[in-house]
Each structure stands twice: as C-alpha cells, then as structure tokens.
C-alpha cells in the first residue's frame, strides 16, 4: 500500500506541482519516495513506498519495465501475483523483482485492459504506455482504493488523496454541490463526487485512457450491481464446506506479505472469525491488537473482556489499548488533519491504526465488509419493510411538512418522512441510513447550493436504478450498502485512517473471489449469516461470543465532544475540509 500521483500534460508537466503532490501524501509511504519524468516532459509519476512485498530497491516506484516501454505507480497489493507471475514466465517473460507490481508491467504487456479480470486484490494504479503515448488509470472492483482525477482536458493530475491534488495547485476548487450535499445526507462524500468541482473519484471497478493529445476514453471490468443482478440460486448439501473453504482460501491471500500481518480484534464475529481463520494458516503467533474505551468498562459496550479472551483461545500475540476522552482531545487536530474528505467515521480506525504501528504492525486485518455480505445491518431487516409502506406522493410531503416541526420530540425527526419517502427502495434506504434528511438541508447548507446538490444526486432515482434488475430483498440491500456505506465510508475511512500511520489495512470480507463464490449461496432461500461465517472457526469460538448479540462496534464520540449525535461531529469535520467557503453554510 502506498500513494501514487500522475499528471499527464499537453503543455509539459510541472516538475514541482509534482513533487508536491507527492509529498503531501508522505505518511501514505514512509519506506521511500520516488518521481520519474517522461523524456519529453508530457507526463510525470510519483509514488510514496509502504513496502509490503519484496522490501529490496527492486520493488520501489515509480517502476519501468525492462524494455522501458512502460512505466507504473501502483497503490495496492495483487494477492494471486504468483500465479500470474507463474503465468507469464511461462509465456518467456523474466523478472527482475519478486514484487506484485512488475507483475502488472508484465501483465498488461500481454493482454492490455483485459489484464484487470485477471487481478485478485485492491489497486489503484497509473501506467504510462511509451508506445502508444497513454496513461491508463484503473481501479479494484469495490474500490477498496482510492483514486482521484482532475481533468481539464488539457491536464490530467491524477492522485490516492484529494488533499494531495489541492497541495499540488491547479484544481478547481469551486464547490461541488452534490459532494456537499452528499455529505451532509450520508455522513461521508458520495462517489463519484468530493467537495470540489475539479475533483472526482475514480469509479470502483472502472479503467480510463488518456492519451497525450487529449483523448479519453473509459470502461467497466466489474459491475457490482449486474452481479447481484445475474445471481442465480445454487441448490447445495455443502454449503457450510463451500463457504468454509472460501473464507480460508481469501484468508491464504491476505496473508500473502514479506512484514508480520496483525488483525484487529474487537469482541464481534467478524473479526474473531478472522482471527481464528488467520492463526489456523499463520505460520506463527498471529499479532492481534484491541481498542476499549473507558466510558465502557463495565458495560455490555465494552468489547476489550471478550476480545482478550478470544485472543487468549487462539494463542495470539495480543494488546490492548484503552481510549480515554482526552486521549480523542490530544488526536483530535491530527484526526482532522489525516481525514482526506469529510466523514463522520474513522475515528475509531484512526486510533487502532495507530496502536497496531506502536507495535510495529504494517498491514492488519479487518472484519470490514461481513455485515454487508452476510447480512448483519439491521438495514436488511428494515429498508424492505420501509420500502413496502404506501407511497403516497403528494400527500406524503404534506404529512412530513405538517409533522416534521414537533415529531422530533417523540421519534428521530427522519420519521416525518415515513409517508413521502417510503414505498420505495431508494427512500427506504435514505431513510434507513441517512443523516440528515433533504428537507433538513437547508438548516446547515445555503439553500441554492442545497437544491442543486439535491439535483445532481437524485438519491432516491439513483438508488432505485442500482437495484433495479436484482430481484431478491436481500441482494437488493446488500447491493445498496456495498455501493454506498461500505465503499464511501468504511473503506475510504479505512485507507486515510490506516494510512496516517503507515498501517496497510487489509479485507479479506472484500474479496471478489469470496464475492463470487458466495453470490449463489446469498441469493438462495436460506443465505448464510454471520453465525454461520462465524461457525467456520477451527477451533470453535467461545459460546461468549456466538451467544452475545450484535451490538455493532461503537466510539463514544458524542460523549466525548458533549453533544447528543452525530450531526454535531458532522460540522465539525465539513468545516475543517480545505477550502470550503463560510458562503455556503447555512
């Protein structure tokens, strides 16, 4: 995992804005930094180093190919590059490196764009083609990680942090209103938008050309909704074997690393499960590190009691670190400082980022991704109820305008929305996971930038065009939080967070491979859950944690900043975004 930066330049790169986009992302890769610059000056790579796979000078970045037709930045790791390696020294190829990343050099000299089907692992990457004068841009398939584009058709700056596209100069910083919006409705930015009209993400899931004289073109290599879409129902006997041997087989690719690999371990069945998953196949002492917070001891919120004891079932290297509230007040600059774009999460990662690297960890587990697969949300239970209710149009806005001043003081104020933005799948889901609602909008937002950011997003409509073609409630709520909380929040948070202490946070629940082989199984009558994952630990888990129920993984952060929620925490961190105008506040 590191932090890589492109321009591609019609008039010739800048040198220095170069330089300093890469520098801005230094603590994405303490280990080494290196910048290359096309001998006709039309384009430039930088990359910051967090070695991971093959830790000699072969490995660095940015790395040609030894025919110097072809120079990369990769941000990432390819878990299955050994048998593709295998693959291409078959076809007479010969490496100079025991790193993944050469593996893409080599990869796409043989089959090009097609070459993406064939990754297993998350990436992001820019690969300059000296032959064929393009840069082509690509992204794993949940969008495990980041990569931003600003394109002006004249110059593309291309980086893993937005923070580092600003640090470099050039963007435009105008505010993007469906960024701003889609924060204050979610809690977290929604793809492809940021908070700036010169900045977008880079599809998850998707590859961009460009050439040097200006021509874009793009494509798709995994469509996540068409996946859940084309799911059909597999009649199985086996099916605790099948899923048994795919989380193992997705826990021997994320062991794949030259540096210990640490889990975090919290008192939940995912992280346990990896936690049992991971010692049965370490070659030694698996390193486990868990976070408790002191307003919990002695609560059933405390996880630390639970966790140590599962630590101590499977022989691993444990330590616990306990979290006070001025602890959070010391961070709390820094938190805000790392945050690449604003979220009301991450805190949390944030902090136990930083207790795995005080014990020397440089990639860790997480558990991240099991309640979307399997179901553990109680969004899976509630939106197809949300979305069952009567849709009553017109008179549904009436029924929210008429309640929406006092049901606040009975219920959570989205509950004024129940009629209007019930009866569907996409406002089921807004009212489900929302923040604010949209009627709310203009209370912290100016009310022109609020309709237009409404506009652009169309939630509701886009939502519902995403699960359109799956059939199944249960896909069609996985498909949603998979697209949404996990991919613009979970995961974003866990690469800035992990990332601001040089930790590579590692998913093994977000595997395509898993994806895939589970997705016959989640689309049948009786779909496996979380229990059953968590019955695939050899040995079993303690009855303590298969009996505890779930109560999700929670930071006291209210508590500690006085405030009664979480919209109190979201001003906080929009407000400290770079450049956001006082203008647009409400």
Same mark, same amino acid.
């Given at each position: 995992?590191?932090?890589?930066?492109?321009?591609?330049?019609?008039?010739?790169?800048?040198?220095?804005?170069?330089?300093?986009?890469?520098?801005?992302?230094?603590?994405?890769?303490?280990?080494?930094?290196?910048?290359?610059?096309?001998?006709?000056?039309?384009?430039?790579?930088?990359?910051?180093?967090?070695?991971?796979?093959?830790?000699?000078?072969?490995?660095?970045?940015?790395?040609?190919?030894?025919?110097?037709?072809?120079?990369?930045?990769?941000?990432?790791?390819?878990?299955?590059?050994?048998?593709?390696?295998?693959?291409?020294?078959?076809?007479?190829?010969?490496?100079?490196?025991? +790193?993944?990343?050469?593996?893409?050099?080599?990869?796409?000299?043989?089959?090009?764009?097609?070459?993406?089907?064939?990754?297993?692992?998350?990436?992001?990457?820019?690969?300059?083609?000296?032959?064929?004068?393009?840069?082509?841009?690509?992204?794993?398939?949940?969008?495990?990680?980041?990569?931003?584009?600003?394109?002006?058709?004249?110059?593309?700056?291309?980086?893993?942090?937005?923070?580092? !596209?600003?640090?470099?100069?050039?963007?435009?910083?105008?505010? %993007?209103?469906?960024?701003?919006?889609?924060?204050?409705?979610?809690?977290?930015?929604?793809?492809? &938008?940021?908070?700036?009209?010169?900045?977008? =993400?880079?599809?998850?899931?998707?590859?961009?050309?460009?050439?040097?004289?200006?021509?874009?073109?793009?494509?798709?290599?995994?469509? !996540?909704?068409?996946?859940?879409?084309? =799911?059909?129902?597999?009649?199985?006997?086996? +099916?605790?074997?099948?899923?048994?041997?795919?989380?193992?087989?997705?826990?021997?690719?994320?062991?794949?690393?030259?540096?210990?690999?640490?889990?975090?371990?919290?008192?939940?069945?995912?992280?346990?499960?990896?936690?049992?998953?991971?010692?049965?196949?370490?070659?030694?002492?698996?390193?486990?590190?868990?976070?408790?917070?002191? %307003?919990?001891?002695?609560?059933?919120?405390?996880?630390?009691?639970?966790?140590?004891?599962? *630590?101590?079932?499977?022989?691993?290297?444990?330590?616990?670190?306990?979290?006070?509230?001025?602890?959070?007040?010391? =961070?709390?600059?820094?938190?805000? *400082?790392?945050?690449?774009?604003?979220?009301?999460?991450?805190?949390?990662?944030? $902090?136990?980022?930083?207790?795995?690297?005080?014990?020397?960890?440089?990639?860790?587990?997480?558990? $991240?991704?099991?309640?979307?697969?399997?179901?553990?949300?109680?969004?899976?239970?509630?939106?197809?109820?949300?979305?069952? $209710?009567?849709?009553?149009?017109?008179?549904?806005?009436?029924?929210?305008?008429?309640?929406?001043?006092?049901?606040?003081?009975?219920?959570?104020?989205?509950?004024?929305?129940?009629?209007?933005?019930?009866?569907?799948?996409?406002?089921?889901?807004?009212?489900?996971?929302?923040?604010?609602?949209?009627?709310?909008?203009?209370?912290?937002?100016?009310?022109?930038?609020?309709?237009?950011?409404?506009?652009?997003?169309?939630?509701?409509?886009?939502?519902?065009?995403?699960?359109?073609?799956?059939?199944?409630?249960?896909?069609?709520?996985?498909?949603?939080?998979?697209?949404?909380?996990?991919?613009?929040?979970?995961?974003?948070?866990?690469?800035?967070?992990?990332?601001? &202490?040089?930790?590579?946070?590692?998913?093994?629940?977000?595997?395509?491979?898993?994806?895939?082989?589970?997705?016959?199984? $989640?689309?049948?009558?009786?779909?496996?859950?979380?229990?059953?994952?968590?019955?695939?630990?050899?040995?079993?888990?303690?009855?303590?944690?298969?009996?505890?129920?779930?109560?999700?993984?929670?930071?006291?952060?209210?508590?500690?900043?006085?405030?009664?929620?979480?919209?109190?925490?979201?001003?906080?961190?929009?407000?400290?975004?770079?450049?956001?105008?006082?203008?647009?506040?409400?």
């Amino acid at each position: 995992m590191c932090g890589l930066a492109a321009i591609l330049a019609q008039g010739g790169v800048d040198a220095a804005q170069l330089a300093r986009v890469g520098a801005a992302m230094a603590m994405r890769g303490p280990d080494g930094a290196g910048q290359w610059l096309a001998a006709d000056g039309v384009v430039g790579l930088a990359h910051r180093r967090l070695s991971i796979i093959d830790l000699s000078d072969a490995g660095a970045q940015p790395m040609a190919s030894a025919d110097g037709r072809l120079v990369i930045v990769f941000n990432g790791e390819i878990y299955n590059y050994r048998e593709l390696r295998a693959e291409c020294e078959a076809a007479g190829q010969v490496f100079r490196s025991t +790193s993944d990343t050469e593996v893409l050099l080599a990869l796409y000299a043989r089959l090009g764009t097609a070459m993406l089907d064939r990754l297993v692992g998350m990436f992001a990457f820019a690969l300059w083609d000296v032959g064929r004068r393009g840069l082509l841009l690509a992204r794993d398939p949940f969008g495990i990680k980041p990569l931003y584009v600003a394109d002006d058709g004249k110059t593309l700056r291309t980086a893993s942090q937005v923070k580092a !596209l600003l640090a470099g100069g050039g963007i435009d910083t105008r505010p %993007e209103p469906a960024g701003h919006v889609g924060f204050f409705l979610w809690g977290h930015v929604p793809e492809p &938008h940021t908070l700036y009209r010169g900045i977008r =993400a880079l599809p998850a899931g998707t590859w961009l050309w460009a050439d040097a004289d200006g021509g874009r073109k793009t494509g798709r290599f995994f469509d !996540l909704a068409g996946e859940f879409a084309s =799911a059909r129902s597999t009649s199985v006997t086996d +099916s605790g074997e099948r899923l048994a041997e795919a989380l193992r087989q997705s826990m021997r690719r994320h062991l794949i690393a030259d540096v210990p690999v640490g889990v975090f371990l919290s008192g939940g069945l995912d992280s346990t499960t990896l936690t049992a998953l991971a010692a049965e196949q370490a070659a030694g002492a698996v390193r486990s590190v868990t976070l408790g917070f002191d %307003e919990f001891v002695g609560t059933p919120r405390d996880e630390v009691p639970l966790a140590e004891a599962v *630590a101590a079932h499977y022989h691993t290297d444990h330590a616990t670190f306990r979290i006070a509230a001025a602890d959070f007040a010391a =961070a709390k600059d820094s938190i805000l *400082a790392a945050m690449d774009q604003p979220s009301v999460d991450g805190v949390n990662t944030w $902090l136990v980022a930083r207790a795995a690297r005080s014990r020397g960890l440089k990639v860790a587990l997480s558990g $991240l991704g099991g309640d979307e697969l399997f179901g553990g949300y109680d969004t899976f239970r509630r939106v197809p109820r949300l979305a069952a $209710l009567p849709r009553l149009g017109p008179l549904g806005k009436l029924a929210r305008i008429a309640s929406q001043g006092w049901i606040g003081r009975f219920a959570p104020p989205k509950a004024a929305g129940l009629l209007e933005y019930g009866g569907g799948w996409g406002g089921g889901y807004l009212l489900g996971r929302g923040l604010f609602m949209p009627w709310e909008l203009a209370g912290v937002l100016d009310g022109e930038l609020a309709r237009e950011g409404l506009r652009q997003l169309a939630p509701e409509a886009g939502l519902d065009a995403l699960v359109a073609g799956i059939a199944s409630p249960r896909l069609k709520v996985g498909a949603l939080e998979i697209a949404g909380y996990m991919r613009n929040q979970l995961l974003r948070d866990s690469d800035w967070a992990g990332m601001a &202490h040089g930790v590579e946070i590692r998913v093994p629940l977000v595997d395509v491979e898993l994806f895939r082989a589970l997705l016959p199984l $989640l689309a049948g009558p009786n779909p496996p859950s979380k229990r059953d994952m968590a019955a695939t630990a050899r040995p079993p888990l303690p009855a303590a944690v298969l009996e505890r129920p779930k109560t999700g993984f929670f930071v006291p952060i209210t508590q500690w900043l006085g405030q009664p929620n979480l919209r109190a925490w979201a001003r906080t961190v929009h407000k400290a975004a770079p450049l956001v105008p006082a203008e647009i506040l409400a």
